[in-house]
């Protein structure tokens, strides 16, 4: 099965007065739709713009493995244990919030930052905070989050070019820019796919590309 969900369906969230623009793909804070609660572990998957200057203060998370891929611009992450870094676009931060973890989220530079963040509920809950961050991540490099049990393929391809869909139990797919064909469906920036039990899938380009490719494993 293929489910595609469109850019403009997103739940328009943030705060853009304070200069914080966010979309939600899935149920969050008050935008709550009890048939769009979570896909596999995938709890959220937010689009994020952030002015300079401006930023998310400190804030709790738990039971949560947090995966953010920078588009443009560059995010200032502070947490609990005392780190700080940043995040720049091509790079992979993931922090798994374990029992209990803070985190502030900023773009303290002079460009507007877009990101997108996807949530994933860990096979276990529990255990100590933990934190990666990984430099300018190669096409098709897999980035494993095995808290979750997930894989995770970020895919680049050119006008023409054709890219294999994983045969996972599930995989959900999430357009960051480029036009895109999946089995008979155009799909643009911010469309997304929730497949399930399908094989021998392929992507074609119409357009150079970006896209988010989620292996993830059966389950609720």
């Known amino acids: 099965m293929i489910d595609v969900r469109r850019a403009a369906d997103r739940y328009e969230g943030g705060d853009p007065a304070a200069g914080i623009t966010t979309r939600h793909a899935f149920s969050f804070g008050h935008f709550y739709d009890p048939d769009n609660l979570r896909f596999g572990p995938v709890l959220a998957c937010n689009e994020e713009g952030i002015a300079p200057g401006a930023g998310f203060d400190e804030h709790p998370h ?12 560059e995010l200032t992450h502070r947490d609990s ?7 720049r676009a091509g790079d992979v931060q993931r922090l798994g919030a374990g029992s209990g973890a803070r985190h502030v989220e900023r773009n303290d530079g002079d460009r507007p930052l877009r990101f997108v963040q996807t ?3 860990p096979l276990a809950e529990g255990g100590e ?3 990666e961050l990984v430099r300018n991540v190669a096409d098709g490099t897999p980035y494993e ?3 979750a049990g997930a894989v995770l393929r970020v895919r680049r391809p050119g006008a023409g070019e054709r890219v294999a869909v994983p045969a996972a139990e599930r995989v959900y797919l999430h ?10 469906e ?5 469309d997304a796919a929730r497949i399930t039990g399908e094989k021998a899938l392929e992507i074609i380009a119409g357009s150079p590309g970006e896209l ?9």
């Open 186 to 190: 155009e799909l643009g920036p911010g």
């Open 175 to 184: 357009v960051v820019r480029g036009d895109l064909r999946l089995d008979g």
């Open 62 to 73: 738990s039971h949560t493995e947090i995966v953010t891929w920078v588009i443009e611009g």
């Open 145 to 147: 989050v095995p808290a």
């Open 119 to 121: 949530w994933l509920a």
């Open 212 to 220: 988010l490719i989620w292996e993830l494993p059966a389950g609720p």
């Open 129 to 131: 905070p933990t934190y």
């Open 81 to 87: 244990t005392g780190r700080t870094t940043l995040v």
